[in-house]
């Protein structure tokens, strides 16, 4: 990295944690309880590096042979690492030991692909269910008719803990589209802490990203996970 570039990952650092601070203040929640997760795809382990010396405390991963690569590199030695991308069931095995949080299970049978591995090395492993709120026919996630039973499946299994939900609402042209989205989810969120399920603990609801999360933490968000703001435009090789 020149030193420019780290000049101008450190400042979109700094700004990003300052707007997450501001809409939590604005919220009239305390900027303790949100949790930024920068999400770290294709920035080389240099970078992500860099980022935590900067202050990044939890990096996000959506593939799973891309954060393999960067974990060899010891890109993020301390930082907790969460996976939060479309995840099979056969890469499950690569994940289980490096990453302390799975925010992305979209099935029951993708939960028990996590639980055997679990249980293989010994780990009770931290997951939050993935709702495809938008109900859209191209994303991964549980929808909500489905979501009671996937928790008392799922929760029922000790080599897991649930701790939350996780959203990505459809790409919307207006932020203010979302914010039906937003609000059904922290509802949900809710009814489900409410409900207080055994072996569940609803602590996170992660929403929001670049363009939204603003709008996700004035709705009740309290984990984001933003790419852009802190990392730049992404620039995907063409095929
Ligand atoms: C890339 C990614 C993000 C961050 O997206 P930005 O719009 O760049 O902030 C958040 N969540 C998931 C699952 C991602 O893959």
Do not use: W
């Not at 909500?144 to 000790?158: F, G, H, R």
């Amino acid at each position: 990295m020149t030193e420019l570039e780290r000049e101008m990952l450190k400042s979109r650092i700094d700004a990003v944690r300052a707007q997450v601070e501001q809409a939590a203040v604005k919220a009239g929640r305390n900027p303790a309880e949100i949790t930024l997760v920068a999400a770290t795809k294709m920035n080389d382990a240099e970078r992500v590096r860099f980022a935590i010396e900067c202050g990044i405390r939890v990096c996000g991963e959506n593939r799973v042979q891309e954060l393999q690569e960067k974990y060899e590199q010891n890109a993020y030695r301390d930082t907790d690492l969460h996976f939060i991308g479309t995840l099979q069931t056969n890469k499950v095995k690569f994940l289980i030991g490096k990453v302390s949080l799975i925010q992305s299970v979209s099935s029951i049978r993708l939960g028990q692909a996590i639980a055997k591995e679990a249980a293989k090395q010994g780990i009770r492993q931290d997951i939050l269910l993935e709702v495809n709120i938008g109900r859209e026919a191209a994303k991964s996630g549980i929808l909500l008719e489905d979501l009671p039973d996937t928790l008392e499946i799922l929760a029922q299994n000790p080599a897991l803990h649930i701790r939350g939900l996780m959203a990505i609402p459809p790409i919307a042209d207006q932020t203010t589209k979302n914010l039906r989205y937003f609000d059904e989810m922290h509802q949900v969120f809710v009814d489900i802490l409410t409900k207080k399920y055994d072996n569940v603990n609803m602590d996170y609801l992660s929403m929001g990203m670049t363009n939204d999360f603003e709008a996700a933490i004035a709705c009740g968000s309290n984990m984001v996970r933003i790419g852009t703001a802190i990392f730049g435009a992404r620039h995907y090789p063409a095929v």
